[in-house]
């Protein structure tokens, strides 16, 4: 199976706790997923999930320059996100032992 | 001397090396042809530079930031970067919005020339012309539509071509913009006439829509934390041409310690002549105000006597170009100083030079 749909689903969830442990920026969030194994995310594919945060008012956008000169964008999460957050957490826990006892009860078998 | 300066994207995308520049140019390419907005293009444009400035910092593989295609990324960036309605209808109607204002001006002369010397006609019913606006437009319009396009259908074809040969384009197509204007004028002997007071309605209900434009722009502005471009102006300044200011007032403020040094009068702190320099600034300015207005108002008084009233407008219509191009530059050049003295004041350029922070601690030792 294509891991890459399964990722689209959790990804808006991952980006929200990335952002939930401070404030951050689109490169930054791209290299902490790359490093927790996330390594099929780019930063074309991140872009789409931050615009829909942050229209959504999960996520907040503040413009600064960057030590390297550029504007660069730093999102931090709204009480909103926070909530999406949460409601994320314990819905895909739910899910993983839904799956979980699937597979384990299918492996018995 | 270490300047802070506010710098646009392209100065930023000139640390971009190998890879990571080549990236740039055909990113720059694909927004250029995909964003019709400037503003929009630079948003989008900025975060393409912050994003590979970052990567190129870390030594990232550009594919882990950009992926395998780099047609997608440049769309989901620039889709990222979309302005709202209220801010694209404003930007729309402001392109206009100069042209509009110059027509507005010439009706109004023209319905002051109407009841100064009245020739028995109704001014406001009168037939005005717009076929100079309509020749313009229709070439430009249709054009540009045309250039997008074809743009977009060779980057597609051919992949990407060299930001040279785009800018060379863009050059011809304006050349192209302005033969088709003139020769439409004069082979098609367009002639569309409106009553004067439609042409003044439809220009007054433009710059009406413009403000109510503005001020729903203005809103999503705040909605999204920034201020308006008017509000958050700062006013660009080279930083070669910075820097140089800075030496300037280096040298000057060395010159004014050793001065005042012979002279047995204490020696100014930076802070302290930084304020001075900015008080002569503004006596400076406000005298220039004076003479500017006075010579103004002069030369247009004299030729009102004994010229005929649209001579005179004329006149102080080029007058008042003159004195507003000069007191424009007058406005900039004082604006960027007094930013470069507050910086200094507040130490975020680093303003002494040892030499004269020896005179300034040999003064500190013998108080």
Partial sequence: MDSSQLLKGILEGCVLSVISRGETYGYEIITKLDEYGMEDIQQGSLYPVLTRLEKKGSIKCRKAPSPLGPIRKYYSLTQKGFEELQSFIQSYKKMTDIVDNILESEDKK | ?367
């Avoid at chain 2, 990113?27 to 994003?51: P, Q």
């Avoid at chain 2, 249709?142 to 040279?164: A, G």
């Avoid at chain 2, 005929?308 to 004082?334: H, P």
Wanted: net charge neutral; charged share 25%; hydrophobic share 40%.
């Fill in chain 2, 1 to 367: 001397m270490s300047i802070n300066s506010e710098q646009k994207f392209e100065e930023y995308a000139k640390q971009l090396t190998n890879v990571y520049r080549e990236t740039y140019d055909k990113c720059y390419i694909y927004v250029a042809s995909h964003c019709n907005l400037r503003e929009e293009f630079e948003l989008t444009m900025n975060d393409v530079v912050d994003l590979l400035l970052s990567a190129q910092e870390n030594s990232s593989p550009i594919e882990k930031i950009i992926g395998d295609d780099i047609e997608e990324f440049c769309k989901n960036i620039i889709k990222g970067n979309r302005l709202s309605f209220a801010r694209r209808s404003k930007i729309f109607i402001r392109g206009f919005l100069s042209v509009v204002i110059v027509c507005l001006i010439f009706e109004i002369v023209d319905l002051v020339m109407f009841y100064i010397e009245p020739t028995g006609a109704n001014p406001w019913t009168q037939s005005t012309s717009i076929s100079g606006v309509i020749c313009g437009l229709i070439p430009c319009l249709l054009l540009t539509t045309v250039y997008d396009f074809v743009v977009r259908i060779l980057i597609k074809k051919t992949k990407w071509f060299r930001r040279k040969q785009y800018i060379a384009c863009g050059l011809i197509l304006i050349g192209i913009c302005l033969v088709s204007a003139i020769l439409i004028a004069i082979y098609f002997d367009i002639n569309i006439v409106i009553p004067r007071f439609v042409a003044i309605s439809i220009e007054v209900l433009y710059i009406i829509v413009y403000f109510i434009m503005k001020k729903f722009s203005d809103k999503d502005l705040q909605k999204q934390g920034e201020t308006s471009k008017r509000k958050s102006r700062k006013i660009y300044c080279d930083p070669k041409v910075k820097n140089e200011i800075i030496d300037v007032y280096c040298k000057n403020y060395e010159k004014d310690c050793k001065k005042r040094e012979k002279k047995g009068q204490p020696i100014l702190s930076v802070n302290e002549w930084c304020r001075e320099y900015i008080r002569r600034e503004k006596k400076g300015f406000v005298i220039y105000s004076i003479v500017a207005i006075c010579i103004s108002v002069a030369s247009i008084t004299y030729t009102a006597i004994g010229n005929a009233f649209l001579d005179t407008i004329i006149f102080g219509l080029v007058i008042l170009a003159l004195v507003g191009g000069i007191s424009a530059f007058v406005i900039r050049s004082d604006f960027i100083s007094k930013n470069i003295l507050t910086e200094i004041m507040e130490g975020k350029i680093d303003f002494l030079d040892d030499e004269v922070d020896s005179l300034n601690n040999n003064d500190e030792e013998v108080e």
